[in-house]
Each structure stands twice: as C-alpha cells, then as structure tokens.
C-alpha cells in the first residue's frame, strides 16, 4: 500500500468554517436544524483528522470527544457508532463525484465538453476529499455489510452515468475509444488514486493540476472538436 500524504489542509475545513457554513443555509432549513447540521459537521471533521493520522483501530470516540471538548453522549447523539460515523466519512468521495457527474451532465455542450469539464471538477473534487478516500481505501474493510454495499451502489451509479457520457462522446464522433467500459475504469483510476500523490504545497496550484490531469483524460480518449 502506498504511503498517504500529510493530512491535507482541507481535510479540516468544516472544523473551522462552521461561522461560515451558517451564512448558507438549504431552503427551508430551521435554526435548529443547522445547528445539528453544523454539530454533525465537526463531529466528521475531528474524526476524519484522526481516522486519518491515527488509524481507525487507535481513534476512540473518546478521542474525538476530547478533540472537540464534548463527551461521548454529544458524539452518540448524532451516530449510533464508530461504524456509522466511518460509513458517513468514507462515503463522502464517491457522493462528491456523483454531485459533479450529475451537475456536468445536466449541463450544456458537446460531448468533449462536459468530459473535459468532469475531469477538472472531478480532480478538484478528489483533492476536497482526499482524507475521505484515504481512509476509505485503508478502513473499508471495517464496513458494515450495509454501509460497505450503499457506497458500492453510488460507485455503480458512477460507472453506469460515466459510461453513458462516454457512449455519447463515441457516437458523436468526437471519441475513439475501443472499449468504453475499460476506458471508464482506467480514468477512474486515473482520478481517484490522485489522493495518494497529490500535495498541496506542491508545485502546481489545486487549479492547475485539474486542468493538466483534465487534458491527459482527453488525450486518453482521443478527444476532437465535433
């Protein structure tokens, strides 16, 4: 297995922008509810700093308790278990990249486009969350049954989605790809195992790493102009 990186800057994020995260509220959503939206919120973010750092196996919820200063109770008020608060931090990847894939389809444009779009969004997406997929690559096997097989749906929901846009890229001519399926799992591949070497005090910018790993995808495809 490769050696992670150093936790990532944005693994903590929600920990220090829950004043900020108040200012966007979802329609509809009382006070009250934010709130335990905000509380669940660091709750994930303590957690996947140390599920990250630490291993699952040397993270109790005591720990993540003692990071946050609450007890125990306040952690179980919000997840029935170490487990479910496992699922929701590992499911976090692959329900990010559902979001993109779902938006970049919806939208206008050419085939090429939308794949040059969803290469970009999704690199950017993996770098969001880079301590979720690192921790769902080392714990998955810590799953529950149920939780291990409602993230593999959503992964299902991806190939299926990402297949499609690569069907319509090769009927409209703007593809050359032999087999779409192989193709699919091969940027995939590409895109997700960027977890493992990407650095953010690297030498290219969150934005321009997205857009280099966005032209090789297309190279990969053979993408030209309709």
């Given at each position: 297995?490769?050696?992670?990186?150093?936790?990532?800057?944005?693994?903590?994020?929600?920990?220090?922008?829950?004043?900020?995260?108040?200012?966007?509220?979802?329609?509809?959503?009382?006070?009250?509810?934010?709130?335990?939206?905000?509380?669940?919120?660091?709750?994930?973010?303590?957690?996947?700093?140390?599920?990250?750092?630490?291993?699952?196996?040397?993270?109790?919820?005591?720990?993540?308790?003692?990071?946050?200063?609450?007890?125990?109770?306040?952690?179980?008020?919000?997840?029935?278990?170490?487990?479910?608060?496992?699922?929701?931090i590992c499911s976090r990847g692959i329900r990010a990249w559902l979001d993109v894939l779902d938006r970049v389809v919806a939208s206008p444009g050419t085939p090429t486009d939308k794949l040059r779009a969803l290469a970009r969004d999704l690199m950017l997406a993996v770098i969001e969350n880079q301590a979720h997929i690192a921790?769902?690559?080392?714990?998955?096997?810590?799953?529950?049954?149920?939780?291990?097989?409602?993230?593999?749906?959503?992964?299902?929901?991806?190939?299926?989605?990402?297949?499609?846009?690569?069907?319509?890229?090769?009927?409209?001519?703007?593809?050359?790809?032999?087999?779409?399926?192989?193709?699919?799992?091969?940027?995939?591949?590409?895109?997700?195992?960027?977890?493992?070497?990407?650095?953010?005090?690297?030498?290219?910018?969150?934005?321009?790493?997205?857009?280099?790993?966005?032209?090789?995808?297309?190279?990969?495809?053979?993408?030209?102009?309709?």
């Amino acid at each position: 297995m490769a050696t992670t990186p150093n936790m990532p800057r944005n693994a903590t994020r929600s920990l220090a922008h829950t004043t900020t995260d108040m200012a966007v509220l979802p329609e509809q959503e009382t006070i009250r509810d934010a709130v335990s939206r905000l509380k669940r919120e660091r709750i994930i973010a303590a957690a996947a700093h140390m599920f990250y750092s630490n291993g699952l196996s040397n993270t109790t919820l005591e720990a993540v308790g003692e990071q946050l200063n609450v007890t125990k109770p306040f952690i179980y008020s919000h997840f029935k278990s170490k487990n479910d608060l496992l699922a929701e931090i590992c499911s976090r990847g692959i329900r990010a990249w559902l979001d993109v894939l779902d938006r970049v389809v919806a939208s206008p444009g050419t085939p090429t486009d939308k794949l040059r779009a969803l290469a970009r969004d999704l690199m950017l997406a993996v770098i969001e969350n880079q301590a979720h997929i690192a921790i769902y690559t080392r714990e998955e096997k810590h799953l529950s049954e149920d939780s291990r097989e409602a993230i593999n749906a959503m992964r299902r929901d991806f190939d299926r989605k990402f297949c499609s846009l690569l069907d319509d890229g090769v009927a409209a001519g703007e593809f050359s790809v032999s087999d779409v399926q192989i193709t699919s799992l091969a940027i995939g591949g590409i895109l997700s195992w960027s977890y493992v070497w990407y650095r953010p005090d690297g030498r290219l910018s969150s934005e321009q790493t997205a857009d280099t790993v966005a032209d090789l995808v297309l190279a990969l495809v053979q993408a030209k102009a309709a």
